[in-house]
């Protein structure tokens, strides 16, 4: 990512940098710490299902405006009911992702079975939604927050983020800056989200049925979903917790008389929780979509369900930034202000009058954008100068596959990033932080029954960087200290 040399640099949380002996001392405790408790994850590089590697962190917390976070924290449960409502309005998902679904294979696939299950009727009418709202601060508005995407599916980092607030109220404590940590706010999100899957498990109302978390064929992220089901299996003893992947859905499940998921041993699944299932690559074979759809048609209550994972779309996120469209979904003319702010510019690829007109100025000016597939998961954006050969190697149609956005400037913080196989001891770095707040809402089409804020992340990467995927090597996982 090009950073302006002009960037304001965020007051830091201590003075660096740290004298070389304490430095190389506290980061050797600090990596302990993490690993002993579970700021971990499988190596890409030499994985062993036997070992962790702890999970890239900043080694001080960096900081991050108190205003924007709180202003993030409250809108969250009206970002859940928008949601919510985007979920269960089928017009609405349908015309805005028509085009898309032309030619993006993979969300029509998703739009596939979302058609069919509508023709059936939903077997189940509750959905939750375990959502993450992403934001950066953009220091060309004062450094308001602008979001950067919603996640309905998958939203990950709840378990480590939790307990990442503890490693950096350690190594605060070891430096001597004790006092630091009342800036620190407190982060419940594992069991904020944890306490939505037993929610629904409550919903269900079956004391024998058990909860279902989907998982990739490999999990590098162990910990994070290890930490859910943990807290789960500690805290209500009583639901049990399976793992299974789509594989194997498609190969043991199948339904019941009344349409419940049933698993080997004819197992009742109350919850479906997925961790998998958001990327082309998890359904190698058709069977995996058939385990996708038999699950959306069954009495399960699924985290998200098929509209919910359609509401998540990039494309949807488009077509929410238009004020008209807005105001579909949210009633409040204060709360429409408020969230119409932290939308920045978001643009139509689709093959029409407006989508060329956009299409024109992403060449004339590329570097004002970044230009999104309908992917999760990272590593899928194109920025910037790059992005008039990518439009450039597309049909017109193909162009509606993506969306095209401002880019957003961060202010940039500086510190130690501590990464496994890292220099000893760390240089201090340029960085950028995202902040992740989740949400949890549960309802059906007319009705929301629980709607809350759950916690909150925070990721920072190097500000060299255009995406700063943790497992990727580029990114850190961090916590805010507000200024
Ligand atoms: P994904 O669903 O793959 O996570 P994102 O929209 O979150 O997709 O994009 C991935 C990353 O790209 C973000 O975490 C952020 O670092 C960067 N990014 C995305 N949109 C913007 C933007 N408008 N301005 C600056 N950086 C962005
Ligand atoms: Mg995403
Ligand atoms: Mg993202």
Redesign the pocket.
């Known amino acids: 990512m090009s950073v302006d040399e002009n960037t304001p640099v965020l007051r830091g949380c201590i003075k660096l940098p740290l004298n070389k002996e304490e430095l190389i001392e506290v980061t050797a405790k600090a990596k302990d710490y993490a690993i002993m408790h579970g700021a971990a994850m499988r190596s890409k590089t030499s994985f062993s299902p036997d070992s962790l590697n702890f999970a890239p962190f900043v080694l001080v917390p960096s900081s991050f405006p108190r205003k924007e976070f709180e202003k993030a924290i409250v809108l969250q449960p009206i970002i859940n009911r928008l949601m919510h409502n985007v979920a269960h309005d089928e017009e609405f998902i349908t015309t805005t992702l028509a085009e898309t679904i032309k030619v993006d294979e993979f969300t029509a696939n998703l739009f596939n079975i979302y058609r069919k299950v509508l023709a059936l009727g939903f077997t189940q009418a509750y959905s939750v939604g375990l959502l993450r709202s992403?934001y950066?601060a953009h220091v060309y508005e004062g450094c308001a927050i602008k979001q950067?995407?919603i996640?309905t599916i998958a939203s990950s980092f709840g378990g480590i983020a939790t307990h990442l607030v503890p490693l950096q109220n350690f190594v605060l404590r070891e430096l001597g800056h004790a006092e630091k940590l009342q800036r620190m706010p407190k982060n419940e999100a594992l069991a904020g989200l944890c306490d939505g899957m037993v929610k629904a498990w409550n919903i269900y109302a079956k004391p024998e049925s058990v909860i279902l978390f989907i998982i990739e064929d490999i999990s590098y992220n162990i910990c994070d979903q290890r930490f859910h089901e943990f807290y789960i299996r500690e805290t209500y003893p009583h639901i049990k917790v399976l793992r299974r992947t789509l594989t194997e859905v498609h190969n043991e499940g199948k339904l019941g008389q009344s349409k419940e998921l049933l698993l080997s041993g004819n197992t009742e699944v109350a919850v479906i929780y997925f961790r998998a299932g958001y990327e082309p690559g998890h359904y190698p074979t058709q069977g995996e979509w058939d385990a996708r759809y038999l699950m959306e048609t069954s009495l399960a209550i699924k985290c998200p369900s098929i509209q919910y994972h359609l509401a998540g779309t990039k494309k949807v996120q488009q077509a929410l930034a238009q004020p008209a469209v807005l105001e579909r979904f949210i009633n409040d003319p204060e709360e429409m202000k408020a969230v119409g702010k932290i939308f920045?510019g978001l643009y139509s690829m689709d093959d029409n009058e407006v989508g060329n007109a956009n299409y024109e100025m992403a060449m004339r000016t590329p570097e004002k954008f970044?230009l999104?597939p309908q992917?999760?998961?990272?590593g899928?954006?194109v920025y910037g100068l790059d992005i008039p050969d990518a439009l450039k190697r597309m049909s017109r149609v193909e162009r509606s596959a993506w969306i095209l956005?401002?880019?957003?400037h961060p202010p940039l913080s500086q510190g130690y990033m501590i990464r496994p196989g890292s220099d000893v001891p760390p240089q201090i770095v340029d960085m950028v932080s995202?902040l992740g707040i989740f949400g949890v809402v549960i309802g059906d089409a007319d009705h929301i029954i629980h709607n809350y804020q759950a916690g909150h992340m925070l990721r920072t990467?190097l500000s060299t960087a255009?995406?700063?995927g943790v497992a990727a090597g580029l990114g850190a996982l961090d916590s805010p200290y507000l200024i």
């Open positions: 992403d950066l950067v995407e996640n920045t970044v999104k992917r999760e998961g990272g899928n954006n956005m401002d880019l957003i995202e990467k255009n995406e700063g």
